[in-house]
């Protein structure tokens, strides 16, 4: 991705060093203002040596990224439209030189707003506007700017008819929608978001508007100034702080007997992918130390393939944009990069739709009806079609899933994925086109992505997940990111071999991997956790690093040696900034209120928790935690009124109504506490914890069948819980019931199978 240099005269080159460096910055309190980054020249620099790659750059959508509004960059009809959805209305107009939006604010009544910027090009444009704390908001109305025969041109909700009211966190002027926090970063260059915690106020800044040339290379002043001097040959970074990786030469030609390459080459850390997974991923900042050539790790903390995120294969769910799609294809594995198929200063293809794939595949073999199982025509399947689904986000923005995964609607039949298939077949069913894929190619399925079994066991709730999850966990072979995942999810299936899998895991060679084994080592013994944690508080990646300190946070100091006094100190050290970044968010408070517990810190986190609570006051996690510290404190009475608190803002909250449940057991109001647990276990159906307290709590009362009742529906959603297991064959031995003891203790032997009384009992009922 780096960019050729060309020739430039000194002292043209001088004028534009000037012009870049000294430029004059407006000032406005509490806004967000353009700054000149001490090592950033502006895009505009760049151009002056580059200019093939900057006009190139001009026409993409990272250059459109973010404008300062004006007739030139507002593509919307401001000419008075208006338009309802969900309940909100929105009007466009001008007033003057202004662009007003009149909606619905904060407090539910409607007001007008002026639009101070806009955020993209196309398929979508989005609006922001500025408050008087520093605050830029994304306005809820985007306008549609595809053509008008192809149903653009219009004015629409980014939620659709889907109701969002002021008390809904997803509502524009929350959260969610803040654009310091949620969009800035990769919509502008050399992004400060500028928060201070003390007035809880905002002033971020920027080197310009839009991604320029300096976000992906970094800061260019020393390499301009480099080619000034006329470029040393022996400075192999070009006067760069940092670059990127570099991968070996590789020959992509097709093999002749499949059609598709056969090289593979070794990816070298920090290469291009992690620059662009740097906006193109879902992940939350650690560090504002990012440059280029360092893994996303070292200063993001990547997502997983979670199910609120990714479909139980890892095709994508929610918004969650390219990168860890593109991790888990087989293309990643043997070295392939975005620059492969995309210009990197236009965005553009390198060949126009499924010809960019003939790059490296041969066309005519794959297009052939013996391949795709279709007749060439008008209207015939191709490359992108089957082997990248398209998923549309925003109402209008279709975004084509990366990990180039083989259609498998027999995955469909079994466990509910989506496929490519029936997208364009929508008349058919998924067992009609996997019977069409057996016809066309034989009964054996092919790919990448192995673990979609895997994943969806651990979902419903089958045992059968803990052996494919560990297999999982240390294949090299499987993707880092699906590895990582198996992980995160074996922590519901514990055991020797378990814990053996996650032991080997804390070596693995992709820090998101190293990372998430740490975290599963949590309820080990302190001396456990040293050994097996210690050395990660060196690890060369932040990520690890911080997972280790948070889990020896409870670790003196003394009795260690001065080298890990040392270690364990600087990594607490980078755990607090990685928290601190983003101290405008109530679950970073959270994560901080947590660290000072386990250092024994109580009063600190107290505050903590009550700060996240200021930022938003609906915050069940904040309410659950304080109330649990100010029990632990011998405050029940507090932790009765916060709870209470947060179910007047929150009054479905499921978690809020079993914390309230439990803290009145303590106080021996029974009828209150019954009546509280009953909501979170109706409320959350699916958390089987709910249930099994709620039907003691019965149980405790003299409703012992009521509550052995709710229990037995319970662990029909939840059949691998073990509270519930325990106590319904509890029961059941009780009765003297050996049938329904038997599989009871079958199914308990599954689940936990370290446990050799289980096991007895098992063998004992099933004679």
């Known amino acids: 991705m780096r960019m050729a240099l060309l020739p430039i005269a000194g002292a043209f080159l001088s004028a534009l060093l000037g012009l870049a460096l000294h430029a004059t910055v407006g000032q406005s309190q509490g806004q967000p203002v353009p700054a000149v980054a001490a090592d950033h020249v502006g895009s505009a620099t760049c151009a002056g040596c580059h200019a093939a790659q900057a006009a190139d750059w001009r026409s993409s959508h990272h250059a459109h990224a973010m404008a300062p509004a004006s007739d030139a960059t507002v593509l919307g009809d401001f000419s008075g439209a208006s338009v309802e959805a969900?309940?909100?209305?929105?009007?466009?107009?001008?007033?003057?030189?202004?662009?007003?939006?009149?909606?619905?604010?904060?407090?539910?009544?409607?007001?007008?707003?002026?639009?101070?910027?806009?955020?993209?090009?196309?398929?979508?444009?989005?609006?922001?506007?500025r408050f008087p704390d520093g605050r830029v908001q994304v306005l809820p109305w985007a306008?549609?700017?595809?053509?008008?025969?192809?149903?653009?041109?219009?004015?629409?909700?980014?939620?659709?008819?889907?109701?969002?009211?002021?008390?809904?966190?997803?509502?524009?002027?929350?959260?969610?929608q803040g654009w310091n926090h949620m969009c800035a970063e990769c919509h502008v260059t050399a992004m400060d978001k500028g928060y201070d915690a003390a007035t809880d106020t905002f002033r971020s800044?920027?080197?310009?508007?839009?991604?320029?040339?300096?976000?992906?290379?970094?800061?260019?002043?020393?390499?301009?100034?480099?080619?000034?001097?006329?470029?040393?040959?022996?400075?192999?970074?070009?006067?760069?702080?940092?670059?990127?990786?570099?991968?070996?030469?590789?020959?992509?030609?097709?093999?002749?007997?499949?059609?598709?390459?056969?090289?593979?080459?070794?990816?070298?850390?920090?290469?291009?992918?992690?620059?662009?997974?740097?906006?193109?991923?879902?992940?939350?900042?650690?560090?504002?130390?990012?440059?280029?050539?360092?893994?996303?790790?070292?200063?993001?903390?990547?997502?997983?393939?979670?199910?609120?995120?990714?479909?139980?294969?890892?095709?994508?769910?929610?918004?969650?944009?390219?990168?860890?799609?593109?991790?888990?294809?087989?293309?990643?594995?043997?070295?392939?990069?975005?620059?492969?198929?995309?210009?990197?200063?236009?965005?553009?293809?390198?060949?126009?739709?499924?010809?960019?794939?003939?790059?490296?595949?041969?066309?005519?073999?794959?297009?052939d009806v013996r391949h795709t199982g279709h007749k060439p025509g008008a209207g015939t399947p191709d490359c992108v079609s089957c082997h990248m689904p398209v998923r549309t986000y925003m109402q209008v923005d279709r975004r084509h899933d990366h990990s180039f995964r083989i259609p498998r609607p027999d995955l469909s039949v079994t466990l509910g994925t989506p496929n490519a298939c029936t997208d364009c077949h929508a008349d058919k069913d998924a067992r009609w086109a996997a019977d069409a894929v057996t016809g066309w190619h034989g009964p054996t399925r092919r790919g990448h992505q192995t673990y979609a079994g895997a994943f969806?066991?651990?979902?419903?709730?089958?045992?059968?997940?803990?052996?494919?999850?560990?297999?999982?966990?240390?294949?090299?072979?499987?993707?880092?990111?699906?590895?990582?995942?198996?992980?995160?999810?074996?922590?519901?299936?514990?055991?020797?071999?378990?814990?053996?899998?996650?032991?080997?895991?804390?070596?693995?060679?992709?820090?998101?991997?190293?990372?998430?084994?740490?975290?599963?080592?949590?309820?080990?013994?302190?001396?456990?956790?040293?050994?097996?944690?210690?050395?990660?508080?060196?690890?060369?990646?932040?990520?690890?690093?911080?997972?280790?300190?948070?889990?020896?946070a409870d670790r003196p100091a003394s009795g260690l040696s001065s080298e890990d006094a040392a270690a364990l100190a600087a990594a607490t050290a980078e755990l607090e900034t990685s928290l601190l970044i983003e101290a405008d968010r109530p679950d970073a408070r959270v994560g901080l209120a947590q660290l000072r517990i386990r250092q024994g810190r109580q009063a600190e986190a107290e505050a903590e928790y009550r700060a996240a609570l200021r930022l938003e006051p609906a915050a069940v996690p904040a309410s659950v935690n304080l109330s649990d510290l100010l029990r632990r404190l011998g405050r029940e009475a507090e932790a009765q009124d916060t709870l209470r608190d947060g179910l007047a803002l929150s009054p479905d909250s499921a978690a809020l109504h079993h914390a309230l449940g439990l803290s009145l057991v303590r106080s021996r109001r029974t009828a209150e506490a019954i009546e509280n647990l009953r909501r979170a276990a109706e409320g959350e159906p699916g958390n089987g914890r709910y249930a099994y307290v709620y039907g003691v709590a019965l149980q405790t009362i003299g409703r012992a069948e009521d509550g052995l009742g709710v229990m037995r529906r319970a662990l029909a959603r939840s059949p691998s819980d073990a509270n519930l297991l325990t106590a319904l064959l509890q029961a059941a031995l009780r009765a003297n019931d050996g049938a329904q003891a038997a599989p009871l203790a079958e199914r308990l032997a599954r689940v936990r199978p370290d446990d050799p009384e289980i096991a007895r009992l098992a063998a004992r009922l099933r004679r």
């Open 86 to 129: 969900g309940g909100s209305r929105g009007r466009f107009s001008r007033e003057g030189g202004r662009f007003v939006v009149e909606t619905e604010g904060r407090d539910g009544k409607p007001a007008a707003f002026t639009v101070t910027d806009v955020l993209g090009l196309a398929p979508l444009q989005q609006y922001l506007v």
């Open 205 to 367: 800044t920027w080197t310009e508007p839009g991604v320029g040339c300096e976000s992906c290379h970094g800061g260019g002043a020393k390499h301009v100034a480099w080619a000034r001097l006329g470029g040393a040959p022996a400075d192999a970074t070009k006067g760069f702080a940092a670059v990127a990786g570099r991968r070996a030469p590789v020959d992509w030609t097709p093999d002749p007997q499949t059609g598709s390459p056969k090289a593979s080459v070794a990816r070298p850390a920090g290469d291009e992918v992690e620059t662009c997974a740097r906006c193109h991923a879902r992940r939350g900042p650690i560090a504002s130390t990012w440059a280029p050539g360092r893994p996303l790790a070292d200063s993001y903390r990547p997502s997983l393939l979670t199910p609120d995120l990714f479909e139980d294969d890892g095709q994508m769910r929610d918004e969650v944009f390219n990168d860890h799609a593109f991790k888990q294809s087989l293309m990643y594995a043997r070295g392939v990069v975005c620059s492969d198929c995309h210009d990197p200063h236009s965005g553009r293809l390198r060949a126009a739709g499924a010809s960019v794939c003939g790059q490296c595949h041969e066309a005519a073999r794959f297009a």
């Open 143 to 176: 306008w549609d700017t595809r053509p008008k025969e192809a149903g653009g041109q219009r004015w629409f909700h980014v939620y659709g008819d889907d109701p969002v009211p002021p008390s809904d966190p997803r509502h524009w002027t929350r959260l969610l």
């Open 456 to 552: 969806h066991a651990t979902r419903v709730g089958d045992p059968a997940a803990r052996d494919s999850l560990q297999a999982l966990a240390n294949d090299p072979v499987v993707p880092a990111v699906a590895r990582a995942t198996a992980v995160e999810f074996l922590r519901d299936w514990p055991s020797a071999d378990t814990d053996a899998a996650l032991v080997r895991a804390l070596a693995d060679p992709d820090p998101l991997v190293r990372a998430t084994a740490l975290r599963q080592q949590d309820g080990q013994p302190p001396e456990v956790r040293w050994r097996r944690a210690s050395t990660a508080l060196r690890d060369p990646v932040r990520l690890v690093r911080i997972a280790a300190a948070l889990l020896l």
